[in-house]
């Protein structure tokens, strides 16, 4: 009763608060139901001093589910060559795009005018420069926490800032789209860390599917969630010598969770619910520690189905969420009943965020996927000519972590639903197009040879350094929950802006060995970069005292988790050690040094605070080299 008093009068105080700033719309702040909430869409204009607006307040419209095709993003094209080498220019604008049939238009932010943005098609061994236009309005489409970085943030210029980061990509530091060198509109104002406006990828690495997205410092999460993300592909002859699935066989699927109001614009929650501890002490506008929209939007369609028929095809999936953990499988599906039934064709993944694996691994049972992953899965439909399934995710919201059953974590279960047609209307629909695959005698793997790349192991007992890094967290000064990166000599982590604290050696493997701290899971990504998984271990069988691991002693990785990442889910009170090689390894990835980013994955977590640098230093050789050089101008002088 004491408590349900103090609440009370919180509420009193905030109220307070708003109608002495002469702000309009306190139901979303009292607690009360969706009905209660003054919509933006009544015809008011809505601007800066719009009311708080938290996800527990928010319902999107009931739209009918598997309305609409998934669409196909569009392909970039040069806009002609550079040095030699094909030059791109993507513009970030704003348009509108419709998400659903029976939704108004939304407006979105995407790349040339696309949402998600155009498929970048690149070739191992040919490099490309790409520019990245900032064509966006002068205010941001979604509400912006000026608290977030504020001592390094000039909010107040005009403009939205922006950087792009290639994910996945093996890049020049200058190149790799950090979050503080960002930039506005026609390069206006730049960031501390801007380099240069056009940026050039090598493409040096192996064939794989990379994304590309916003990382501007602080506003992230913002961005990301207006539409700034597409697909990179790379590919190569030895990929294309393992006759996979291709052209209208191969379907990139970037999985995204959104919210929307009736008039079909974009919903961003702008207020921490009191389910999550928001009160009113918190600043008016306030970032949300995580965020789980209420809708499935696949390549920019919400609630879409898929039309397929019944052979093999390959599906480019990315967990493109802000938050969101996806466990996928597909089931058997009743549309007319709504109800699941018996599970469908299983995954065979052919691939990992860093390329393609040794050999296929057939998922038996769920696929899972934190944010920024990718899976190059291959799905054998013949068996289910005629059969609809539902690609179903199971996976809670804060996934394995604690404080999952609140309602606005609720899980997202229908994610898209996939039509197989007859098999007697194949080559009617297909309009004569026939695929190969009459030799398929590779049993469940259909088509897909059981061997696919050469995936050399990285010796563990040649690591040079073990690096015991720490996800922790704790609150800022407003009592918000907080997350931070450490390590051994801080586990209550750094600030970004804190000195570089990694500081890996070109030409050298290493152990990273992430303890995480808090009560949820962490997709971990390590910008440059592919790692390999050890394995796992609770952290109270972790000895962060002592460098080395006996991989033996470890909960082995996923099947799902083999081959070359850059992404790894770290669970609540586990250790996921990771070895990596830091340069050109067996003929595979380039050298690079510099500065570049490691962080969690869920946007909202990366702008606050679970980010922090680590720089490749030159290999010693290089720098005795550079030092004598150094000798000898100074005795010349
Ligand atoms: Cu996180």
Redesign the pocket.
């Known amino acids: 009763m004491t408590d349900r008093t103090s609440r009370t009068g919180t509420y009193l105080s905030r109220r307070t608060l708003l109608l002495s700033s002469g702000v309009a719309g306190l139901s979303a702040v009292a607690g009360c139901t969706t009905d209660d909430v003054p919509s933006n869409t009544d015809g008011t204009p809505s601007d800066d001093e719009a009311e708080p607006r938290t996800v527990a307040d928010h319902s999107s419209p009931d739209l009918e589910k598997w309305v609409d095709e998934v669409p196909r993003p569009g392909v970039a094209e040069p806009a002609g060559t550079k040095d030699g080498q094909p030059y791109y220019e993507l513009e970030m604008n704003e348009f509108e795009q419709r998400l659903h049939s029976d939704l108004p238009p939304t407006t979105v932010w995407g790349y040339d005018g696309q949402f998600p943005g155009p498929t970048i098609e690149a070739e191992q061994g040919e490099p490309i420069y790409v520019r990245w236009q900032n064509d966006l309005p002068d205010e941001h489409l979604l509400p912006v926490d000026t608290t977030v970085h504020e001592e390094m943030i000039p909010y107040d210029i005009d403009g939205v800032r922006t950087v792009t980061h290639l994910h996945g990509g093996n890049v020049e530091a200058a190149s790799d789209g950090k979050a503080q060198g960002w930039f506005t509109r026609d390069f206006e104002a730049t960031g501390p860390k801007f380099e240069q406006k056009d940026y050039y990828y090598v493409n040096d690495q192996p064939a794989a599917t990379l994304w590309y997205h916003d990382h501007a410092v602080g506003i992230t999460r913002l961005n990301v969630y207006a539409g700034l993300a597409g697909f990179y592909l790379l590919r190569s002859d030895h990929e294309r010598g393992l006759d996979l699935p291709d052209g209208e066989d191969e379907i990139p699927l970037v999985i995204q969770d959104r919210s929307l109001d009736e008039d079909g614009s974009l919903f961003y929650p702008s207020a921490v619910s009191e389910a999550r501890g928001g009160d009113e002490s918190y600043p008016e506008t306030s970032i949300v520690p995580e965020f789980y929209g209420d809708v499935p939007v696949v390549n920019g369609k919400a609630w879409p189905r898929l039309s397929v028929d019944p052979e093999t095809y390959r599906f480019r999936l990315l967990n493109g969420s802000n938050s969101r953990f996806y466990d996928l499988e597909l089931l058997e599906y009743d549309e007319t009943a709504g109800e699941t039934g018996d599970a469908g064709p299983s995954f065979v993944q052919i691939g990992n965020d860093g390329g393609l694996l040794s050999e296929p691994v057939e998922i038996d049972g769920r696929l899972e996927m934190g944010a920024g992953q990718r899976a190059d899965v291959v799905v054998d439909f013949s068996a289910y000519a005629g059969e609809t399934l539902l690609l179903h995710n199971d996976a809670p919201s804060l996934y394995r972590g604690s404080d999952d059953k609140n309602e606005e974590t609720k899980p997202l279960p229908e994610i898209m639903l996939i039509d197989v047609a007859d098999a007697s209307a194949d080559g009617g629909e297909s309009g004569g197009e026939t695929d190969a695959g009459t030799d398929d005698d590779g049993g469940t793997t259909g088509t897909v040879p059981d061997e696919l790349a050469t995936v050399p192991d990285l010796p563990v007992d040649a690591a040079e350094q073990h690096r015991h890094l720490t996800l922790a967290a704790g609150s800022d000064e407003y009592g918000r929950m907080k ?1 931070f990166l450490g390590n051994r000599e801080q586990p209550s982590g750094y600030a970004l802006d804190d000195p570089v604290t990694e500081e890996p050696e070109l030409g050298t493997t290493e152990i990273w060995s992430i303890a995480n701290n808090t009560g949820m899971s ?2 971990m990504h390590l910008h440059l970069v592919h790692f390999q998984v050890l394995g796992r271990e609770s952290l109270s069988d972790y000895d962060r005292e002592t460098d080395g691991v006996d991989v033996d002693s470890l909960e082995s990785p996923e099947p799902y988790e083999l081959g070359w990442n850059d992404v790894v889910t770290v669970d609540p009170a586990e250790v996921v050690h990771l070895v990596v090689h830091f340069g050109e390894y067996e003929g595979l990835f380039n050298d690079q040094t510099g500065e570049y980013m490691w962080h ?1 994955h ?1 946007v909202e ?1 990366e702008d606050y605070d ?1 980010m922090r640098p680590f720089r490749v230093r030159p290999s010693d050789d290089a720098e005795a080299h550079d030092s004598e050089g150094d000798n000898s101008a100074t005795d010349s002088e």
Do not use: I, L
Request: aromatic share 0%; glycine share 0%.
């Open positions: 997350h962490h997709p969690c869920m977590h679970m």
